[in-house]
C-alpha cells in the first residue's frame, strides 16, 4: 500500500484564504444566463424571472465574487444594450458564440440575482471593440451616486443606490486571436494603463484586473505577462489567469492536472515580480484566476465546426459538458493547487456556474441538479477558512505522465480558530493510499470527519436520468489518536478531513 505522511504547523503558513479564491463565473454563453438562471416561465422563477432551485444550489456551492458578463462575449458588448426598460432593448448577433443575445438579463437582473445569491460582481468591461471611454461611463452610471447624466440614468432606470463594483476586469483574453479587438500586448498594455487610469480618476480605491495569457500554451505566456505589466504595473493591481483540464484519452496526466497548474502560478508570479524589481516598485501584483476548470476544448472543436452561417440561435446548447467522478477528483486537486499558492492567487473564479461547463445542470421547465464537480467546490469553500498552511509531505510517487513523477497524494490544509482541514487526492489509479498527518504543530481540538468523492466507476456521472448518482461519501477509515490522524485514500479520490 502506497503511503503519505503529512506534518502540519501554524508556524509554517502560505498566507489568508481570501475568500474571492471561491468565486464563479457567469457569460452570456449557451443556456448559462437563459434558461439556466433566468426562465421566466419556470415554477421556481422569481419576480425578476430567475430560477430560485438554482438560486439555492449557488448559495450552497459557496461562490464569491462572480465575473460577469464575459468571457469572450464582453468584447462584442454594448452594455447599454443592458440597462433600461427590457422591452426597447436591441437583440444583437453575439459573435463570440454563434447566437443571438436578447439582452433581457443586464447589468439590473443580474445584481438582483447577485443580491439573491449572495454573491459580488466581478465585473468586466469591452477593451475588444470599445475602449477607455465606455468604460468610464459604465464606471460612472454603475458608481457614482447621482447628480450625473448617467448616474440619473440609473436611478430612472430603478436603481437609486450605485451598484458600488469594486472589482473589474479591464477585457478578456486579449492574447488570443479569436477574441474579437485582439491585439498584441503592447496595444493591449497601453490601452489598459490608459483605461485604468481614467478609471481611477472617477474612483481611485478599485480594484483592477488586467489581462494576462488566456492559457500557458500560447507561444506569448510569460512575455505577454512581462509586457502588459511594464505598461499597467502602477495602474492595476492583478494580473488574471486562464487554465482549462481535460482528460482526453490520458488518465495519468489529467489527475496531476494541479502540478500544471502549479507551475502556471509559478510563471505569473515571476514574470509580475520581475517587473516589480524592474520598477523598484513596493507594490505587489497578485493573481486574479479568474477562469478555471476541467473542459472537453476537443469536444467544443468539433461542435463549432457544425455550425451554420446563416443560424444565430437563442441560447443554444453549447459547452455542456457532463462531467465524471474523475473530473471531480480533478476540480478537488486544483482547489488544492489554489489553496498552496493563497498568498499570490487573490482571485479565482471557476468557469462557468450553470449548465455552460459548470457544476450546476438544468433543464427547461424541469429541474436542477448538482454535477459531480458541485462536491469538492462546495465542501472546499465551506471548509477552507482562515491561513493556508505550508504542508510538509513524505512518501511515494506515482507516474504523472506527462508531468512526471509526482507524490501519489497531492494536499493543502487551513487553520482558523482552533479548526483546521486538510483536503487531499489520491492519483494512484489502483491502490488505496495510507496516509498519516502530525498535528503537533497545530492547537485544534473537536471531531474528526473525512468525506468526499470516488467511485469504482470512474466515468459515472450525474444526468437528468439519474441526477444523484454521485454524490460526497464518507470515509469510514479515519481515526485520531492524540495528534495523529489516519485514513485510507481510495484510488482516485478527492477527500477533505475537518478537525473541530
Known amino acids: 500500500m502506497p503511503r503519505t505522511h503529512l506534518v502540519l504547523d501554524s508556524a509554517f503558513t502560505v498566507g489568508p484564504v481570501r475568500r474571492r479564491l471561491f468565486g464563479g463565473f457567469v457569460e452570456h454563453l449557451g443556456r448559462h444566463v437563459y434558461d439556466g438562471i433566468h426562465e421566466p416561465a419556470h415554477e421556481t422563477a422569481d419576480e425578476h424571472g430567475f430560477r430560485k432551485d438554482v438560486v439555492e444550489l449557488v448559495k450552497e456551492l459557496g461562490v464569491s465574487a462572480i465575473r460577469y458578463p464575459g468571457g469572450n462575449f464582453v468584447s462584442g458588448y454594448k452594455w447599454e444594450d443592458g440597462v433600461g426598460p427590457v422591452e426597447q432593448r436591441p437583440r444583437r448577433l453575439d459573435l463570440a458564440w454563434h447566437s443571438t443575445?436578447?439582452?433581457?438579463?443586464?447589468?439590473?437582473?443580474?445584481?438582483?440575482?447577485?443580491?439573491?445569491?449572495?454573491?459580488?460582481?466581478?465585473?468586466?468591461?469591452?477593451?475588444?471593440?470599445?475602449?477607455?471611454?465606455?468604460?468610464?461611463?459604465?464606471?460612472?452610471?454603475?458608481?457614482?451616486?447621482?447628480?450625473?447624466?448617467?448616474?440619473?440614468?440609473?436611478?430612472?432606470?430603478?436603481?437609486?443606490?450605485?451598484?458600488?463594483?469594486?472589482?473589474?476586469?479591464?477585457?478578456?483574453?486579449?492574447?488570443?486571436?479569436?477574441?474579437?479587438?485582439?491585439?498584441?500586448?503592447?496595444?493591449?498594455?497601453?490601452?489598459?494603463?490608459m483605461t485604468a487610469k481614467a478609471m481611477r480618476q472617477i474612483q481611485p480605491d478599485l480594484e483592477l484586473v488586467a489581462c494576462g495569457s488566456s492559457g500557458a500554451s500560447m507561444p506569448t505566456f510569460g512575455e505577454w505577462e512581462r509586457t502588459v505589466l511594464e505598461h499597467t504595473y502602477d495602474d492595476v493591481d492583478y494580473i488574471s489567469a486562464h487554465a482549462y483540464y481535460e482528460e482526453g484519452d490520458d488518465l495519468t496526466s489529467f489527475l496531476a492536472s494541479g502540478v500544471n497548474m502549479d507551475h502556471f502560478i509559478k510563471t505569473v508570479t515571476t514574470a509580475a515580480d520581475h517587473v516589480q524589481a524592474q520598477k523598484k516598485s513596493d507594490k505587489r501584483i497578485d493573481i486574479s484566476f479568474d477562469e478555471w476548470n476541467v473542459w472537453s476544448i476537443s469536444k467544443w472543436e468539433e461542435q463549432q465546426k457544425t455550425f451554420e452561417l446563416q443560424d444565430w440561435p437563442v441560447a443554444p446548447r453549447l459547452l455542456e459538458d457532463v462531467y465524471t467522478?474523475?473530473?471531480?477528483?480533478?476540480?478537488?486537486?486544483?482547489?488544492?493547487?489554489?489553496?498552496?499558492?493563497?498568498?499570490?492567487?487573490?482571485?479565482?473564479?471557476?468557469?462557468?456556474?450553470?449548465?455552460?461547463?459548470?457544476?450546476?445542470?438544468?433543464?427547461?421547465?424541469?429541474?436542477?441538479?448538482?454535477?459531480?464537480?458541485?462536491?469538492?467546490?462546495?465542501?472546499?469553500?465551506?471548509?477552507?477558512?482562515?491561513?493556508?498552511?505550508?504542508?510538509?509531505?513524505?512518501?511515494?510517487?506515482?507516474?504523472?505522465?506527462?508531468?512526471?513523477e509526482v507524490p501519489v497524494v497531492d494536499s493543502a490544509a487551513t487553520v482558523e480558530d482552533g479548526k483546521a482541514a486538510v483536503f487531499l487526492v489520491n492519483r494512484h489509479q489502483t491502490e488505496t493510499t495510507s496516509v498519516t498527518i502530525d498535528l503537533a504543530g497545530l492547537q485544534v481540538d473537536g471531531d474528526v470527519r473525512a468525506e468526499g468523492v470516488w467511485d469504482d466507476d470512474l466515468h459515472a456521472v450525474n444526468d437528468l436520468g439519474n441526477r444523484e448518482r454521485v454524490a460526497l461519501r464518507t470515509n469510514e477509515t479515519v481515526r485520531r489518536e492524540g495528534d495523529t490522524i489516519t485514513i485510507e485514500l481510495p484510488p482516485v479520490s478527492w477527500t477533505a478531513v475537518s478537525i473541530g
Not at 477552507?384 to 508531468?403: C, F, I, R, Y
Request: aromatic share 6%; with cysteine; charged share 20%.
Open 325 to 404: 467522478v474523475a473530473d471531480a477528483v480533478v476540480v478537488g486537486g486544483l482547489l488544492i493547487s489554489l489553496l498552496r499558492h493563497a498568498d499570490r492567487v487573490a482571485s479565482a473564479s471557476i468557469a462557468q456556474l450553470v449548465n455552460v461547463i459548470g457544476p450546476i445542470m438544468t433543464e427547461p421547465g424541469g429541474p436542477a441538479w448538482r454535477q459531480t464537480t458541485f462536491f469538492p467546490f462546495s465542501l472546499t469553500s465551506r471548509l477552507a477558512n482562515g491561513t493556508s498552511l505550508q504542508v510538509k509531505a513524505s512518501g511515494d510517487t506515482v507516474d504523472g505522465g506527462k508531468h512526471g
Open 101 to 193: 443575445e436578447t439582452n433581457e438579463v443586464g447589468l439590473h437582473e443580474f445584481q438582483h440575482w447577485l443580491d439573491a445569491v449572495g454573491s459580488e460582481m466581478m465585473l468586466a468591461v469591452n477593451l475588444g471593440t470599445r475602449g477607455t471611454q465606455e468604460a468610464i461611463e459604465l464606471l460612472e452610471y454603475a458608481n457614482i451616486d447621482a447628480g450625473t447624466a448617467l448616474s440619473e440614468y440609473r436611478r430612472s432606470n430603478g436603481r437609486q443606490e450605485p451598484f458600488a463594483i469594486q472589482m473589474w476586469c479591464l477585457g478578456n483574453e486579449m492574447d488570443g486571436p479569436w477574441q474579437l479587438g485582439h491585439k498584441n500586448a503592447e496595444d493591449y498594455g497601453k490601452l489598459a494603463a
